[in-house]
């Protein structure tokens, strides 16, 4: 059982250049989010997901698109990356009533740098 | 609008003293408020859930308390394992969505 899976872990851009983040997830979870957390900002929400075929904005959402073709798959997609999109990007994931012991489970993360 | 704050940003413990982390909040209308550890280079973890004022719930050396205005962590006896960065989060009953403080990076040295 391997939870979140986030791919790549690490990954330099130049300015302008586009790139995918992949998300995946094998809990049969409804529910799953793209965070970024930087240093004294917290985790901030950029998009989410509550089912299969659909996306919503969360509070950073400029300069990303979302999509979820699959209900075990999650893709975030930075199509003109600036070096303020240098940031951890987290993915996370929970059942539809997040109310519950069980939280969100998150992956490792995925380390950009855009130069 | 919807906040968290954590408090203190960063405490240095000796290993075995007790202490604990505050985490205040405005949220209109509580659905749930959750505690995360989240390890260098790693993705938060799940620790607790509280639902409602006078709730408590414990694991090992931690355990979390409820007020209607801020929840704790309280820490008994750390060791240092317990070094992390811990974050509180908070569910408003109208979102689906966690508003998250900015966390307390904890060190414990023996």
């Known amino acids: 059982n391997a939870g979140v899976t986030q791919t790549p872990k690490f990954r330099v851009l130049k300015t302008g250049q586009s790139m995918t983040l992949l998300c995946a997830q094998d809990?049969?979870?409804?529910?799953m989010y793209w965070y970024r957390q930087d240093p004294g900002m917290g985790l901030r929400l950029i998009h989410y997901s509550v089912g299969e075929g659909t996306t919503a904005k969360g509070e950073v959402p400029d300069g990303y698109n979302v999509s979820r073709l699959k209900k075990q798959n999650f893709l975030l997609g930075l199509e003109s990356a600036a070096p303020s999109q240098t940031s951890v990007y987290f993915c996370a994931s929970s059942y539809r009533l997040t109310g519950t012991d069980y939280g969100y489970t998150f992956g490792s993360g995925t380390r950009l740098t855009v130069v | 609008e919807d906040q968290v704050t954590q408090s203190p940003e960063a405490l240095r413990l000796q290993e075995g003293e007790s202490s604990s982390l505050n985490c205040s909040y405005t949220?209109?209308?509580?659905?749930?408020l959750f505690w995360y550890r989240q390890d260098p280079g790693k993705g938060p973890e799940f620790l607790f859930t509280l639902y409602s004022a006078g709730e408590e719930k414990e694991k090992e050396r931690l355990k979390a308390t409820l007020t209607k205005k801020e929840s704790f962590l309280h820490i008994t006896a750390p060791k240092p394992e317990d070094s992390a960065t811990y974050l509180c989060a908070v569910q408003a009953m109208s979102t689906d969505k966690l508003i998250f403080g900015t966390g307390t990076r904890l060190q414990v040295f023996p």
């Open positions: 949220v209109s209308g509580l659905r749930g």
């Open positions: 809990m049969n979870h409804e529910y």
